[in-house]
């Protein structure tokens, strides 16, 4: 079944310690997204590539950085992760043109301790 | 500034009965609107949309309503099964942006 994968579901990091998380997915989608979810709150958007075109929201944190090296591959990167970067990252695909329909992973819940 | 709001955190209702889950929204250059549903343990899987131009979309079980007016759409739900129980997202795209912007979401449980 073609998908979206986040690896990994749960990760524990130290306040200040570099995380990577990463996406992958098999729907051959040119757009990636990457959201962050806390607690009760709407799902926000970080950024988005369109095939390898970095779009950043205004509002995301230069903490926050990503990658991606390939349309099936797509990381997340916080530098320095705060108490407060403690969330649910979700990532999502879309086919050009159809971003209004996107396909989520399941997420990886971040903790800092 | 919160452009699409769910005010209902939750609903319950007995299966068999109609679900209706309501969303509202600020900016009048949204030009689609859609209803994502999230179990546990998973991503957010697309249910339905409408856009903008229409002001009912029908599939199966599931009705949107949107009321551009009152800047207003409803999920209906009918018949509602234990199994639609899941959190309920609201969102909304503008063409322009490429980007969507989703509601908190409201925890639907449909009681056997």
């Known amino acids: 079944d073609a998908m979206v994968i986040q690896n990994p579901r749960y990760q524990v990091t130290q306040f200040g310690k570099p995380v990577t998380l990463s996406c992958s997915q098999t729907?051959?989608?040119?757009?990636m997204y990457w959201y962050q979810q806390k607690s009760s709150q709407a799902p926000k958007l970080l950024f988005h590539y369109y095939d390898k075109d970095f779009n950043n929201e205004a509002d995301t944190p230069d903490n926050f950085q990503s990658r991606r090296p390939n349309t099936s591959f797509c990381f997340l990167d916080i530098r320095s992760p705060g108490l407060g970067d403690a969330a649910m990252y979700l990532c999502?695909?879309?086919?050009?043109?159809?971003?209004?329909?996107?396909?989520f992973g399941p997420g990886t819940r971040l903790t800092v301790t | 500034d919160q452009q699409v709001k769910q005010n209902s955190p939750s609903l319950s209702v007995q299966e068999g009965r109609i679900s209706i889950l309501n969303c509202d929204y600020t900016n009048s250059m949204f030009d689609y609107f859609l209803w994502y549903k999230k179990y546990p343990a998973e991503g957010p899987t697309f249910l339905i949309s409408?856009?903008?131009?229409?002001d009912k979309n029908e599939d199966g079980r599931f009705t949107v309503f949107l009321n551009k007016s009152a800047k207003h759409l409803s999920l209906h739900i009918v018949p509602s099964q234990p199994g639609d129980s899941a959190v309920y997202f609201c969102a909304a795209d503008w063409g322009a942006t490429n980007k969507l912007i989703f509601g908190t979401g409201t925890l639907l449980a449909v009681q056997p």
């Open positions: 999502a695909t879309s086919e050009r043109g159809k971003d209004y329909e996107q396909y």
């Open positions: 729907l051959n989608h040119n757009v």
């Open positions: 409408i856009s903008s131009i229409k």
